[in-house]
């Protein structure tokens, strides 16, 4: 059994932070090296990935919890008086523990590596806010397996975001949102994209965005309960997109980005990038700030 955890050490962290985080680290390393021996079937505890998650997203990104409907949402925020009139950019965090193993659903998924939180908290960007998927972090209203698996797209997954988006076009009132999605936040920020008329812009990183291309091509149970977000393709025409492909990606991969893309007919406003020697994970918290100068919202 071979594991791979990926932990960043911010280097502009005090030293009491740094210290903290590389004990957090050391503690997933052991629960990780235990389970991989056969000595415990734990993974870290929901407060330990918390604790993990609080560290990572800085002294700009405040904790926050949106009472939407059906599902409430966790996340982090960094929204003042100045952003009103502003574009903001709204991070929607990956599947993250949703499985244990390929038939074992996780009893919490809640990540172990945030990487949509990673790329949040290396954005620029005054005005942002950061999202958890339904039931990450928290124990909700509405939690239950069937949430983060078969129904993890589903519309009352959608609605829930819209009514946060909602929340903040009223209190902040913003220019427009930029809606960025990791992995399976991927098929998310596209469905709200194409429902949204103020998302400006969808940017997608190594993103889910053909769900029943990926189900049938991986021999995954069909997500019957979910939205695909290749049946928005036609609507996302006119929506400014960019689009990260990892050229290593095994979990989703190109071949889902590209029956994707086929579905786009005018590509007017359509931009991707496939990147050699990136895989699902790495190495796009890295490159994040070089990539929101390309597309231009940094």
């Known amino acids: 059994m071979q594991i791979q955890l990926d932990i960043l050490i911010h280097t502009d962290m005090d030293p009491s932070g740094r210290a903290r985080l590389r004990a957090l680290s050391l503690l997933i390393l052991i629960f990780f090296a235990l389970a991989a021996a056969g000595c415990a079937r734990q993974v870290p505890s929901r407060d330990l990935r918390l604790t993990m998650a609080r560290t990572l997203a800085g002294q700009e990104l405040e904790p926050v919890r949106f009472d939407s409907q059906p599902f409430e949402l966790f996340g982090y925020a960094a929204l003042t008086d100045a952003c009103q009139g502003q574009n903001i950019h709204v991070y929607i965090e990956g599947d993250g523990l949703a499985w244990l193993t390929p038939s074992t659903v996780s009893e919490d998924p809640t990540p172990l590596t945030p990487t949509g939180l990673k790329l949040a908290a290396k954005d620029p960007h005054a005005c942002r806010v950061y999202l958890a998927r339904p039931c990450q972090y928290i124990s909700g209203k ?8 078969r129904r993890r797209f589903s519309n009352e997954v959608i609605q829930s975001y819209h009514q ?34 103020d998302v400006s812009t969808l940017v997608t990183v190594a993103g889910n965005l053909d769900t029943d291309f990926w189900t049938r091509s991986r021999g995954i149970s069909p997500l019957k309960e979910a939205l695909n977000p290749a049946d928005f393709a036609e609507t996302l025409e006119k929506k400014r ?31 991707y990038k496939i990147i050699d020697g990136f895989d699902h994970s790495c190495c796009w918290e890295e490159a994040w700030p070089a990539l929101l100068k390309e597309i231009g919202e940094q």
Request: charged content about 15%.
């Open 164 to 197: 946060v988006l909602d929340q903040m076009a009223g209190e902040v009132h913003p220019s427009s949102f930029t809606v960025v999605g990791y992995s399976g936040g991927g098929a998310v920020a596209a469905i709200l994209a194409a429902r949204r008329p």
């Open 142 to 149: 509405g939690c239950g397996k069937a949430v983060w698996t």
């Open 241 to 271: 997109q960019y689009h990260f492909i990892g050229g290593r990606d095994r979990i989703v991969g190109q071949d889902v980005f590209l029956s994707f893309a086929r579905k786009v007919g005018a590509k007017n406003n359509f931009h």
